[in-house]
T-cell receptor, first 115, second 111 residues
Framework: ETGVTQTPRHLVMGMTNKKSLKCEQH?????MYWYKQSAKKPLELMFV???????ENNSVPSRFSPECPNSSHLFLHLHTLQPEDSALYLC??????????????FGNGTRLTVT | AQSVTQLDSHVSVSEGTPVLLRCNYS??????LFWYVQHPNKGLQLLLK??????LVKGINGFEAEFKKSETSFHLTKPSAHMSDAAEYFC?????????FGAGTRLTVKP
């Protein structure tokens, strides 16, 4: 058990669908992150939340909309996605604010396929 | 700006032989460095971290890494590979709140 739980593990959606990815951390951390992992590409940081406030949006298209209602929960709302958005979406958390050289703890990811 | 380069995209070893995964970094300040491992269909798991204490860092599962400032390297080693070590390994540099991931090295372990 990683301490960071992501649901669903797998998601297949059409380009006109609306879906949400969920992440929950049980580690008492105060920073949470969304990363995108595509085949043969480095891990891409998407969003960072520090004490529930968004502190970074790494030029992510508006079809991805994050939500952080509290320090333990993070959502990624998806709508009108493109096939190139198919990837593994990883959630992570850390202690003592965003980065500050503390290690990230990752969930097992949601494998998203856009058809 | 900082960056990290994993010198090999794929490393193949035989079970019981040593493992060496190479990582070079560039940073303007004193970075923290990490190695993560990712098994298929799993998230990234922290193997070890360097945060300006001892330059030789021991991690989980028998892995260790040595921080060499003069060479700007942080190579990951293990004396004897096990079949369960087959996975993707990521070197990460973190400096002044900016965390960068390497492209990853896929380790294959042959019986």
């Amino acid at each position: 058990e990683t301490g960071v739980t992501q649901t669903p593990r797998h998601l297949v959606m059409g380009m006109t669908n609306k879906k949400s990815l969920k992440c929950e951390q049980h580690l008492g951390h105060n920073a949470m992150y969304w990363y995108k992992q595509s085949a043969k590409k480095p891990l891409e940081l998407m969003f960072v939340y520090n004490f529930k406030e968004q502190t970074e949006n790494n030029s992510v298209p508006s079809r991805f909309s994050p939500e952080c209602p509290n320090s333990s929960h993070l959502f990624l709302h998806l709508h009108t996605l493109q096939p190139e958005d198919s990837a593994l979406y990883l959630c992570a958390s850390s202690q003592v604010g965003a980065f500050a050289n503390s290690p990230l703890h990752f969930g097992n990811g949601t494998r998203l396929t856009v058809t | 700006a900082q960056s990290v380069t994993q010198l090999d995209s794929h490393v193949s070893v035989s079970e019981g032989t040593p493992v060496l995964l190479r990582c070079n970094y560039s940073s303007s300040y004193s970075p923290s460095l990490f190695w993560y491992v990712q098994h298929p269909n799993k998230g990234l798991q922290l193997l070890l971290k360097y945060t300006s204490a001892a330059t030789l860092v021991k991690g989980i599962n028998g892995f260790e890494a040595e921080f060499k400032k003069s060479e700007t390297s942080f190579h990951l080693t293990k004396p004897s590979a096990h079949m369960s070590d087959a996975a993707e390994y990521f070197c990460v540099v973190s400096d002044m709140g900016d965390m960068r991931f390497g492209a990853g090295t896929r380790l294959t372990v042959k019986p």
